[in-house]
Each structure stands twice: as C-alpha cells, then as structure tokens.
C-alpha cells in the first residue's frame, strides 16, 4: 500500500494508517521516500499507454509517498482494497478513505495492490531486501 504524496502532503498519512491498524491490520515494512520516475513508471507498467500516464508518474513522483507493506490474514490485499474505496473518490462510498477524504481520481490518496501476483511483485520493487 501507499500513501501517495497528496495524502503526506494534506497530512492525512496518519489518519490512512490509523484506519488500517483500526481494522486489525499490521505494518510490515514502511519507508517515507519520493517514489523516482523510472521507478514510478514500473510500478505503474500496465497503464503505459494511457492518456493520464505521463501525468500520473509526475504527481507519484512529485514529493514523498509514504511506501508500505501491510499484513494480516489470507487475501489482505482484498481489505486495503476495501478500505481504500474505488478509484473515483466521486465514487467512493462513505466510510472508505477515497470516499471520506479525496474529491479527484489523480489525487486519490493511496495506492493499494490489486492481487497477490500485483503485491508480490511491488513489495520486490520497494522491498527488495524484504525477506
Ligand atoms: P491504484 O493503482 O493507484 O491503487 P486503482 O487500482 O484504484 O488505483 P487504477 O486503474 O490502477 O486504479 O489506476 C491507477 C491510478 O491512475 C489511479 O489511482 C488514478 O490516480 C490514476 N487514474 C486512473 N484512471 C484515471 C483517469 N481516467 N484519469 C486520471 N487518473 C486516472
Ligand atoms: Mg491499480
């Protein structure tokens, strides 16, 4: 998961780490740094190509994110994603992060992986020394 640099910016990090330990879920690793383009650019590999790409390397990459892995029971990923709320905050139901705290979907707060194949491979980009 990561809060993306509006959200430490706005000063809502912890406010977004606060929900995910409140549900019952663990920081397993985290690190406040500026996610770099090159790097940016792979996280987000399978949007290349998208009319909003170029903009969304630029504002990942823009100030510091606050880049985590968070643990708990089979299938976690599901409850970040849940807690989290859909990617259009206009969209996103009250209760979610996305619904209670963002207006605008390039400035959506967090980032959550999507599977355990997308949260294998990102904890190995940002976490490579990770056991
Ligand atoms: P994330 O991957 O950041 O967790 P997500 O999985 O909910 O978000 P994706 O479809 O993977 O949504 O899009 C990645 C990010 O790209 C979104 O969070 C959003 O910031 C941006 N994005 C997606 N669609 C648009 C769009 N139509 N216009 C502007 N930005 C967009
Ligand atoms: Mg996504």
Redo the contacts with the bound molecule.
Sequence with gaps: MICKPDAVERGLAGEILARIEAKGLRLAAAELRVIEPDVAELH?AE?RGQP?FD??VKFISRSPSLVMVVEGPEDTWRIVRSLMG??NPADAAPGTIRGDLATM??E?L???S?GPDSARREIALFFPTLR
């Design positions: 987000y949007h909003f903009g969304l859909v990617t979907t390039s959506n967090v980032h959550g999507d």
